[in-house]
């Protein structure tokens, strides 16, 4: 389903374009909600973070527009799950960089999200195949080093020292892209 329709469909309070929304979507709200909750609460707790995500959206659907729902949605779980880990008295771990990225609704902050994005991506494509494929499967899929390990037939300690070293990696390129 497009999601001009998901939209629509949303507005008119239809409960099949929110489905279509969670369909198209979970797996990244997830990933964006784990990314910050990073196991320090139990899967009901992110998985309750990930429905009220979409429950904002549900009651917020005049706010969407489409080609913004994706920013609009990780910007709207990362609140989310920053507001969850305060709730309980957690603090986002300090050794992890987390980009506030401008919300939806600010042209000049989408543009320099996009550029963003684009230096990332192409970070990460410079790492070999599979520290590639472990970095995306951790960071993107939102697997664990023991998931990653076994479905790679790697030692989890190589996983870990892969995922180390493309962090390294990809701070050095992004390090010289912001000085270029």
Same mark, same amino acid.
């Not at 979507?25 to 910050?36: A, G, H, K, M, R």
């Not at 913004?68 to 709207?76: S, T």
């Not at 969850?84 to 300090?94: D, I």
């Not at 664990?144 to 390294?168: C, F, H, P, Q, Y």
């Given at each position: 389903?497009?999601?001009? #329709?998901?939209?629509?469909?949303?507005?008119? /309070?239809?409960?099949?374009?929110? &489905?279509?929304?969670?369909?198209?979507?979970? *797996?990244? +709200?997830? !990933?964006?909600?784990?990314?910050?909750? /990073?196991?320090?609460m139990? *899967?009901?707790?992110?998985? &309750?973070?990930?429905?009220?995500?979409?429950?904002?959206?549900?009651?917020?659907?005049?706010?969407l /527009?489409?080609?913004?729902?994706?920013?609009?949605?990780g910007? +709207?779980? $990362? @609140? %989310?799950?920053?507001?969850?880990?305060?709730?309980?008295?957690? #603090?986002? *771990?300090?050794? &992890?960089?987390?980009?506030?990225?401008?919300?939806?609704?600010? *042209?000049?902050?989408?543009?320099?999200? !996009?550029?963003?994005?684009?230096?990332? $991506?192409?970070?990460v494509?410079?790492?070999?195949?599979?520290? $590639?494929?472990?970095?995306?499967?951790?960071?993107?899929y939102?697997?664990?080093?023991? &998931?990653?390990?076994a479905?790679?037939?790697? @030692?989890?300690? #190589?996983?870990? #020292?892969?995922?180390?070293?493309?962090?390294? %990696?990809?701070?050095?390129?992004l390090?010289?892209?912001?000085?270029?």
């Amino acid at each position: 389903m497009r999601e001009d #329709t998901i939209l629509r469909k949303l507005r008119g /309070r239809d409960p099949a374009g929110l &489905e279509a929304l969670m369909d198209r979507y979970l *797996p990244y +709200v997830s !990933t964006v909600v784990w990314s910050i909750l /990073r196991g320090s609460m139990s *899967p009901e707790d992110g998985e &309750e973070v990930a429905s009220d995500v979409f429950l904002a959206a549900w009651e917020q659907s005049a706010d969407l /527009r489409p080609g913004q729902v994706k920013a609009w949605l990780g910007a +709207v779980a $990362r @609140n %989310k799950a920053k507001n969850k880990l305060r709730q309980r008295g957690q #603090t986002l *771990p300090l050794e &992890e960089d987390v980009i506030d990225l401008p919300g939806p609704g600010d *042209p000049a902050g989408e543009l320099e999200q !996009t550029e963003e994005r684009r230096l990332v $991506r192409r970070a990460v494509d410079s790492l070999p195949g599979q520290d $590639r494929e472990i970095f995306l499967r951790h960071y993107y899929y939102a697997q664990s080093v023991k &998931e990653i390990s076994a479905a790679m037939d790697l @030692n989890e300690s #190589t996983v870990k #020292t892969k995922l180390r070293r493309g962090r390294l %990696k990809l701070k050095e390129l992004l390090t010289k892209e912001e000085l270029a």
